[in-house]
């Protein structure tokens, strides 16, 4: 009888896929794909490994990756399934944390680390045709990169029509799409990495403890996500902009609830921290 695979697009296995310390060769492969460095990452040492029964249920957990690469970069990668209307300074927010963590009050500025935030998204959120763009600082007179420490990547999912066997990055894209895409089974003789990913996704989709933690975390981002539709409901009554005004109210309760402190709420939702204060 055969594995009915679960989805990578799911955080929790994407998370377990690439951000595990047993597997590091799976992200490695990946993040060479995407950020082609002009020197091939060795090696990546993963700084949030750990992961809970009740930080899976909580809905608005971040199942992220964080990685600190043989050559002191630090990498985040997110898969992120719903369309929040934030991503943009989402991403730019958390590659700030990620960024001035380094710092601790007791390196020098200069010694802070290049930062990179990978996002895989389940929409399209640019408008443009590529499926991957990456974003750095330059300047708009002559395109001069003024440093390379802030690299933003976005890979929207739907974008990829079909898979490129000679490029890596479209591989992995499509094996996070479909792991039983018949291209897919083909290249995993080709190419080591995604075999090791391919049976290590088989294993967890037969462990009973890793498909309760996966019905788990698909119950909780589904509730999230409908209560962003619910939100946008009401929205079409109320206008657009009180429906984006509800739909931040109601995700700063829930954040609220869950502990997070005001200043982190604001940097999520982009209401002011006198807002946030009058839900309490």
């Excluded at 990946?30 to 993963?46: D, G, H, M, R």
Aim: net charge negative; glycine share 4%; with cysteine.
């Amino acid at each position: 009888m055969c594995t009915v695979l679960f989805k990578p697009k799911v955080d929790y296995i994407f998370k377990n896929l690439f951000g595990s310390e047993k597997h590091p060769k799976i992200l490695i492969s990946f993040l060479n794909a995407c950020i082609k460095p002009e020197s091939p990452i060795v090696s990546v040492q993963i700084k949030n490994s750990e992961l809970t029964k009740e930080y899976i249920e909580d809905s608005f957990s971040r199942l992220d990756i964080l990685a600190k690469t043989d050559k002191g970069e630090i990498i985040n990668i997110e898969m992120q399934r719903a369309d929040e209307k934030n991503m943009i300074k989402r991403s730019l927010y958390y590659w700030s944390k990620a960024f001035s963590g380094e710092y601790g009050g007791k390196s020098r500025y200069s010694e802070l680390p290049r930062t990179v935030c990978v996002n895989v998204l389940d929409f399209n959120l640019l408008a443009e045709e590529n499926y991957h763009n990456k974003y750095v600082l330059k300047n708009d007179k002559n395109n001069d990169v003024l440093t390379d420490v802030i690299e933003l990547h976005f890979i929207e999912l739907p974008k990829m029509k079909e898979i490129d066997p000679d490029d890596l990055l479209s591989v992995w894209t499509g094996f996070i799409n479909d792991p039983n895409d018949e291209k897919i089974i083909e290249l995993e003789s080709r190419v080591v990495e995604l075999h090791e990913a391919k049976i290590e996704l088989a294993r967890m989709s037969r462990d009973p403890k890793e498909a309760e933690y996966y019905r788990l975390r698909q119950n909780a981002m589904s509730e999230r996500m409908n209560a962003l539709l619910e939100a946008e409901d009401k929205g079409v009554v109320r206008g657009r902009a009180e429906g984006e005004k509800v739909a931040k109210l109601e995700i700063a309760k829930t954040a609220l609830k869950n502990g997070l402190s005001s200043e982190i709420i604001s940097g999520i939702t982009g209401l002011s921290i006198e807002e946030i204060e009058l839900l309490k």
